[in-house]
């Protein structure tokens, strides 16, 4: 693998708002493996001129659903893996390209998947992989219709895609075999959502012993429960049985953000997939009464994450849209726009993202020994976060584990 010197470039780090003006970065192997203020001179190194440009760590988007793809013809009961699965090339492949180098699925995606962006077969991002989510039965997960009756065992049941379980003993067994698939993180639904037809948004989900069933288990495994939920007096439940990330979150108050913040729970909102929604939902067949769902949950999300940066919540970075919605995903930049600087939206977006990985030090840092998972903006995104917005047209460079994307 050659080695690759960026010259002459300013570099937001992912942790400072303090950008370090004209150093000269070197990358070997994957890595980041020198940054100084000196010139570097290395013979056979292929140079880049960063002139003008910032160097910062590649965007990560820590709740996303490659697979959650929209084909014409198909909805997600029906489409086969066959079809579903080039189609979720085509969104890992656009959302590398618009600077997204790492994503944590939030479910549907399995190891496999991961497999594909690791080894270069997709060229896609790297996949921190949930595998199934868990619902209860009728909850967010299961996509039966009101009409329809066991026993049937007919693929609405997207036995591939969602773990409809009930009871602890069933959360512990699919919580095991997720793992034994290779999910890097278990998903877990706790209220009602959008898209499904059979739940109102403040139906609380799971027990308290099933939710506690699925976090022993994740942490038996080193490893934690990410939980879709809304509902303010559910995220502090979700918060007391040790749900290390809260998804969405949108009504959270201002008091149960500071209890997120004693007990150093990860508040990831996703702001951009309620106007994408709205503008593309009828498109993917919503109903009225999910446009009814739509308005009452979108209404609050900026509240909630205001009292979130009121409390210091650490705040993620996600977006959770779902097929051509995809095309919308820099504009949860802007969105977020209205409550917190540009500066706290790119570290949600990067070094936060990573703690939420478990990769600190490893990803969205620029640090020597970091993987080399960089984008190179022309201009400085915390004076104007807009240059990652829109189709990545400001990037002149992705770079993914060393490797030039684009
Ligand atoms: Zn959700
Ligand atoms: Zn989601």
């Known amino acids: 693998m050659t080695m690759i010197v960026i010259e002459n470039v300013d570099i937001f780090d992912g942790l400072s708002p303090e950008?370090?003006?004209?150093?000269?970065?070197?990358?070997?192997?994957?890595?980041?493996?020198?940054?100084?203020?000196?010139?570097?001179?290395?013979?056979?190194?292929?140079?880049?001129?960063?002139?003008?440009?910032?160097?910062?760590?590649?965007?990560?988007?820590?709740?996303?659903?490659?697979?959650?793809v929209q084909v014409s013809g198909y909805d997600l009961a029906t489409i086969p893996p066959s079809l579903l699965y080039p189609a979720a090339t085509n969104l890992l492949e656009a959302s590398l390209r618009r600077g997204f180098t790492s994503v944590r699925d939030a479910g549907g995606a399995d190891f496999g998947l991961a497999e594909a962006t690791r080894t270069g077969i997709i060229n896609g991002p790297r996949i921190f992989c949930s595998g199934r989510p868990l619902t209860q039965t009728g909850g967010h997960?299961?996509?039966?219709?009101?009409?329809?009756?066991?026993?049937?065992?007919?693929?609405?049941?997207?036995?591939?895609?969602?773990?409809v379980v009930d009871g602890?003993?069933?959360?512990?067994?699919?919580?095991?075999?997720?793992?034994?698939?290779g999910a890097h993180q278990i998903k877990i639904m706790?209220?009602?959502?959008?898209?499904?037809?059979?739940?109102?948004?403040?139906?609380?989900?799971?027990?308290?012993?099933e939710i506690r069933a699925a976090v022993d288990e994740a942490n038996r495994r080193r490893s934690y429960v990410m939980a879709h939920v809304y509902q303010d007096r559910q995220i502090r439940k979700a918060v007391d049985l040790g749900i290390r990330t809260i998804e969405h979150g949108n009504f959270l108050t201002l008091d149960t953000a500071h209890y997120m913040t004693d007990k150093d729970v990860f508040l990831v909102p996703t702001l951009v997939t309620y106007k994408a929604l709205r503008d593309k939902g009828r498109r993917f067949g919503f109903t009225d009464e999910q446009f009814r769902k739509l308005d009452e949950v979108s209404g609050a999300g900026?509240?909630?994450?205001?009292?979130?940066?009121?409390a210091g919540i650490k705040t993620g970075f996600g977006t959770d849209l779902i097929g051509e919605m995809h095309v919308h995903q820099t504009e949860e930049f802007l969105i977020r726009k209205e409550v917190q600087s540009?500066?706290?939206?790119?570290?949600?977006?990067?070094?936060?993202?990573?703690?939420?990985?478990n990769k600190t030090g490893e990803l969205g840092v620029v640090a020597e020994g970091a993987l080399a998972d960089l984008l190179l903006v022309n201009g400085n995104p915390l004076e104007d976060i807009s240059l990652l917005a829109g189709d990545s047209h400001n990037l002149s460079m992705v770079m993914k584990n060393g490797e030039i994307i684009s």
């Open 342 to 357: 540009s500066f706290e939206i790119l570290r949600s977006a990067t070094s936060v993202n990573a703690e939420i990985l």
């Open 190 to 209: 706790l209220n009602g959502g959008i898209s499904s037809e059979t739940d109102p948004v403040w139906l609380c989900q799971f027990t308290d012993a």
């Open 302 to 310: 900026l509240q909630s994450l205001e009292n979130a940066v009121a």
């Open 141 to 163: 997960g299961d996509m039966r219709s009101r009409s329809h009756t066991e026993p049937c065992l007919c693929a609405s049941h997207q036995g591939h895609m969602v773990a």
């Open 19 to 68: 950008i370090m003006e004209n150093h000269h970065v070197v990358i070997e192997q994957g890595r980041i493996k020198e940054i100084s203020h000196r010139e570097v001179r290395l013979p056979g190194a292929s140079v880049i001129s960063g002139q003008g440009k910032t160097l910062m760590p590649g965007l990560i988007d820590a709740h996303y659903h490659a697979c959650l």
């Open 168 to 181: 602890e003993d069933e959360i512990r067994k699919a919580v095991r075999e997720e793992f034994r698939k």
